[in-house]
């Protein structure tokens, strides 16, 4: 079946330095990606997203990048800060008929952010 | 401050017993999900609803039952018949238009049944 995936399951960066995580998902239908940081014990927390009509999207420290030619999504963190720490989840999101969306989720990256 | 307020944060049963996991929502959104997550692994789908008195099956909907009488609440009853009850349940709302939008999401009930 379809499905969005992680490259990397952790990621040791040193603090200051920039980050990179990877996400290839299948579905070349996929027409909205999420973004979402998860502490632990806590639920994801939304970061940013993209449509498939962009290739980039900034926000504060994070890029989002999107290569639909090879269906790979990329979330890069700039000066990467111990607040960071955190497990990175992408989803592939599916608009509902009614209301809503319909998110798959890739496995996880945790990143490890070394002092 | 609006979000979602997921109750209790830990929560212990015995088997064959059914637990109900309670979800609130005061950001106004039509749609609201219910997520299962296991240790090390993303998030599957249980149950969602677009709208008051409606909702559907998910990807890993057996064992579970939801209602949806009001638009701020989204309740989860995990029955005895689900086989791994154990897990972090998650509880997420979002806006109500037919655009994508991302979820919102719950901090969360971790449910241990022994």
């Known amino acids: 079946g379809e499905s969005v995936g992680l490259h990397l399951p952790t990621l040791s960066v040193q603090e200051g330095d920039n980050s990179i995580i990877n996400c290839a998902y299948s579905n070349s239908a996929s027409d909205y990606f999420i973004w979402y940081k998860q502490e632990s014990g806590k639920g994801p927390q939304f970061i940013i997203d993209i449509r498939s009509n962009m290739d980039k999207r900034q926000g504060q420290r994070v890029t989002v990048l999107l290569n639909k030619t090879v269906k790979h999504l990329s979330l890069q963190i700039a000066a990467t800060q111990p607040g960071d720490s955190a497990v990175y989840f992408c989803?592939?999101?599916?608009?509902?008929?009614?209301?809503?969306?319909?998110?798959?989720f890739g496995g996880g990256t945790r990143v490890l952010v070394k002092p | 401050d609006g979000g979602i307020t997921q109750s209790p944060k830990y929560l212990f049963r015995k088997e064959g017993q059914n637990v109900t996991l309670s979800c609130e929502q005061n950001?106004?959104?039509?749609?609201m999900y219910w997520y299962r997550q296991d240790p090390g692994q993303g998030l599957r789908l249980i149950y969602y609803s677009q709208i008051v008195n409606d909702f559907q099956k998910g990807d890993i909907a057996e064992g579970y039952s939801v209602s949806r009488e009001k638009k701020e609440s989204f309740p989860l009853t995990v029955t005895s018949a689900q086989k791994n009850p154990t897990a972090f349940y998650l509880c997420a709302s979002s806006i109500g238009d037919r655009s994508n939008s991302p979820l919102h999401f719950g901090n969360g009930t971790r449910l241990t049944v022994t």
């Open positions: 950001l106004n959104h039509d749609a």
């Open positions: 989803a592939e999101s599916r608009a509902l008929k009614a209301a809503g969306n319909k998110l798959t």
